[in-house]
Structure formats: structure tokens, C-alpha cells
């Protein structure tokens, strides 16, 4: 079953002007249940654009988008922020750096149950601790600290926790590690496939590393010019390597990739 379909995504910046840019170009996509998607592509080619216009950050110019069988073409993107958990290169976006990491879950877990009631019960500090403990990050034992006080990747982590505590239909991920040192970025990587693969989360994840896009997940995308230009999973992507993936590239986007300069291997 999908859980995503996207149909004949378009969408143009400014346009009718000099500056025109036509982010999304007629993108279609279905993502099913339970799929972990990796999203390659160089600098502007549409791939945050897409994740927006999934969480309905703009209009569309056409097409539609629907999520878990529901058309949410034309819903707002603060209903739609209750299904969907996003995580972005900032950690402390989606975050409220004032509040504690307590505070934030639990808001994280109320936003998507009763709306109007907002308080941390001992029964929920106790199973966020749990969850918190699990990731293995030291993370139980800082619940009262503010999230602006933590490191890059201890947010990321409770992020993730964040994005993913009420179980989301949708988990969109954008370069959510690429601001992290590499060390620290292996270890928030770890947790996201942990997570997602406990949860079985139907995910989406904007790389700039082509390793771990083809070793993460079970699907790799491949973005140019606001449209999917490769579609890789199955046996056809466990025997490609980032070297067959330029090469791949070149062939169907009809320019090399690394004139681009932005994929780096
Ligand atoms: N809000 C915006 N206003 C104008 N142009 C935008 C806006 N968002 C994105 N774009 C343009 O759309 C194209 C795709 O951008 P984006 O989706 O951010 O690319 P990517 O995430 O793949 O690097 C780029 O040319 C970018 O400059
Ligand atoms: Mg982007």
C-alpha cells in the first residue's frame, strides 16, 4: 500500500519574472508503507522543495499530494505537522531552545493528542526517560536541561525523539546530520536507523553522502532539475557503488554530475 503519492508536482518560484525557477517539474513519486527513502541530488535541485511541499509550507501551482490514503493537497501545514515529524540541518529547528527536553517532548507528544492540554505527567516523564535512555546518548539524565543547551548532536538525537514520539505517518529528514562533525553525524545516523527501523516508520531522507544513501534504507532517489531522475532500490541498488550512481546520473540527467560540484562522494 503507498503511504505517499505524489502526483505532477509543480511548482515555480517568482514566477512570470527573470528570476523564475521552476523548483518541482511535473514530480511524480509513491513512497509505500514502511519505505526508507534516501534523496540525493546536487545544490537547487528541488529536494527541500519537495519535502516542503509535502508539509505544505506553499501552494502548489498543480498537482496533488496524498498521505495514508488522505488527499492533504489543500490542507494547512500546521494540521499537517501533526502527521508528519521533520528534521532539519539546524538542530534547533522545530525546537524551542527556552524550553527543557522534557518540555519539549512533551509537547512534541501532545501536539498530535488532546491539543488544548498541555502538561508533563509523571507517567509520560517516565516513559520519556525511557526512550531518551535508549538512544544510549546520556540523554535520560539531562531532561531538565534546555534544549538550547545541548550539543549539535545531543538535539538532533531528542529531535528525532521529538519527530518521532507520536508515531507520524511520515518522517522527512533534510541533511539532518550534515551540520554535525563527522564523528558525532555517524552517531545521530546510528539512532535514525535504529529509530526507524523499530518503528518501521515510512521515511524520507535528503543526503549529500552517497554512501550512506545507498546504505541506508531500501530505496535511493535521485533528483535534477525539480524531477526524480533515478529510482534505484532492489537488487539493482545493492550492486551499486556512488561511482555507478555518477555514472548513472550522467546518462539520464544528460550533464556530469560532479561539474555540479555539489555531490560529494
Ligand atoms: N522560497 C523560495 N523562493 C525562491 N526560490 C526558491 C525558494 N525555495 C527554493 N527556491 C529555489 O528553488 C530551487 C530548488 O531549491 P531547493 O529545493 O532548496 O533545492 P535543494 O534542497 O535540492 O538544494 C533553487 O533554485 C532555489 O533557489
Ligand atoms: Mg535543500
Redesign the pocket.
Known amino acids: 500500500m503507498s503511504q505517499l503519492i505524489l502526483e505532477n508536482l509543480r511548482k515555480a518560484?517568482?514566477p512570470g519574472t527573470l528570476n523564475e525557477?521552476i523548483?518541482l517539474d511535473g514530480l511524480s513519486l509513491e513512497i509505500a508503507k514502511g519505505d526508507f527513502v534516501t534523496i540525493l541530488?546536487s545544490?537547487?535541485?528541488?529536494?527541500?522543495?519537495?519535502f516542503n511541499a509535502v508539509l505544505g509550507k506553499f501552494p502548489l501551482d498543480s498537482g496533488s499530494v496524498v498521505l495514508d490514503g488522505e488527499d492533504i493537497t489543500w490542507q494547512k501545514d500546521y494540521r499537517r505537522a501533526r502527521s508528519i515529524g521533520c528534521l532539519y540541518q539546524n538542530p534547533l529547528r522545530g525546537t524551542a531552545p527556552n524550553m527543557t527536553i522534557e518540555e519539549n517532548l512533551a509537547l512534541a507528544y501532545t501536539r498530535t493528542a488532546s491539543r488544548s492540554f498541555f502538561a508533563v505527567h509523571k507517567r509520560d516523564s517516565a516513559y520519556f526517560r525511557e526512550l531518551l535512555a535508549h538512544l544510549k546518548l546520556g540523554l535520560e539524565d539531562r531532561m531538565k536541561t534546555k534544549m538550547g543547551l545541548l550539543s549539535g548532536g545531543q538535539r538532533q538525537a531528542a529531535s528525532l525523539v521529538m519527530a518521532t514520539i507520536a508515531r507520524p505517518k511520515l518522517l522527512l529528514l533534510d541533511e539532518h546530520t550534515a551540520a554535525l562533525d563527522p564523528a558525532t553525524s555517524a552517531q545521530v545516523m546510528d539512532t535514525t536507523r535504529r529509530l526507524i527501523a523499530e518503528t518501521g516508520l515510512t521515511a524520507l531522507m535528503?543526503t549529500h553522502d552517497m554512501d550512506l544513501a545507498l546504505d541506508c534504507g531500501n530505496r535511493t532517489l535521485l533528483?535534477d532539475a525539480g524531477r526524480v531522475v533515478l529510482d534505484v532500490s532492489g537488487p539493482e541498488r545493492a550492486a551499486l557503488t556512488p561511482r555507478g550512481l555518477v555514472d548513472l546520473f550522467r546518462a539520464r540527467a544528460g550533464h556530469n554530475l560532479s561539474d555540479r560540484a555539489m555531490l560529494s562522494t
Open positions: 518560484f517568482e525557477k523548483a541530488g545544490n537547487g535541485a528541488g529536494k527541500s522543495t519537495l535528503i533528483m
